[in-house]
C-alpha cells in the first residue's frame, strides 16, 4: 500500500500478560522504527530494525520490548509482561531510503493495560 | 542531538499566516532542521526541512536565520485542518539508522 499501517488500532492487554503490535509498512523502505508516546513524556524510540534482520537492535526499557521482521515489509512489536506504565500510543515509522530520508508514520495503536 | 525549543502553544485565524518559531541554537553543521506535525489521532507527519537556504513546498515554507541558530515554519493560510502539534527536530541529513527524536512541539489551535 502506499501507507504504514498498524493493527490493532486499539488493544486493551491485562497487567502481566504478553501484547504483540503489528505495522505494515511500505514496500521497499528498509528500516521501521517502533516509538512509544505519552501525554506526559512525549515521543521516545523503543526499537527499530532493519532489512530481514530478525531481532531489534535497541531496547527501551531492556528486555521486555523487542521487533521482529517476519517479513520485509512487515514488523510487530513484542511487549512481555505489560505494565501499566506501559499504555500510550505506539507508533511505526518507515523510513524512505531515498534522497529526502524521510519518515512515513502509521497511526498508530493506543495500548491500555489494566 | 541538538536541542530544540518550540512555545507550548500558539493561536491562528483562520486564513491568517500561522509562523511557528523553533530555537536550535546548539544545531551543528550537519545537522538539518525537519518540521513534522501531529493532527489529534494521527501518526506524526512529515512538513518541510532544510538546511541554511530558505525552503518552500506546498505545504508551507522554512525559513532559517543566518547563523542557523533558528528557524521559522510558516503556514501561509492556516486552516481549521492545520490544527495540530508542530515539532521540529534538528538531525543530520544522513545517518544510516539515525531516529528522529521528538520533543513537546507546538500546540497550533486554528481559530474560525
Known amino acids: 500500500g502506499a501507507g504504514v499501517s498498524q493493527s490493532p488500532r486499539y488493544k486493551v492487554a491485562k497487567r502481566g500478560r504478553d501484547v504483540a503490535l503489528r505495522c505494515d509498512s511500505i514496500s521497499g523502505h528498509v528500516t521501521l522504527y517502533w516509538y512509544r508516546q505519552t501525554l506526559g513524556q512525549g515521543s521516545e524510540v523503543l526499537t527499530y530494525?532493519?532489512?530481514?534482520?530478525?531481532?531489534?537492535k535497541s531496547g527501551r526499557p531492556s528486555g521486555r520490548f523487542s521487533a521482529e521482521r517476519p517479513e520485509r515489509s512487515v514488523s510487530t512489536l513484542k511487549i512481555q509482561r505489560t505494565e501499566q506504565g506501559d499504555s500510550a500510543v505506539y507508533l511505526c515509522a518507515s523510513r524512505d531510503p531515498g534522497p529526502n530520508y524521510g519518515y512515513t508514520f502509521g497511526s498508530g495503536t493506543r495500548l491500555t493495560v489494566v | 542531538d541538538a536541542k530544540t525549543t518550540q512555545p507550548t502553544s500558539m493561536d491562528c485565524a483562520e486564513g491568517r499566516a500561522a509562523n511557528l518559531p523553533c530555537n536550535h541554537s546548539?544545531?551543528?553543521?550537519?545537522?538539518?532542521v525537519y518540521w513534522y506535525r501531529q493532527i489529534h489521532s494521527q501518526g506524526p507527519q512529515y512538513i518541510i526541512h532544510?538546511?541554511?537556504n530558505n525552503e518552500t513546498n506546498e505545504m508551507a515554507s522554512l525559513i532559517i536565520t543566518e547563523d542557523r541558530k533558528s528557524s521559522t515554519l510558516i503556514l501561509p493560510h492556516a486552516t481549521l485542518r492545520d490544527t495540530a502539534v508542530y515539532y521540529c527536530i534538528v538531525r543530520p541529513y544522513r545517518g544510516s539508522n539515525y531516529k528522529l527524536t521528538f520533543g513537546k512541539g507546538t500546540l497550533l489551535t486554528v481559530n474560525p
Open positions: 532544510g538546511l541554511k
Open positions: 546548539t544545531i551543528s553543521g550537519n545537522e538539518y
Open positions: 530494525s532493519q532489512s530481514d534482520a530478525q531481532r531489534d
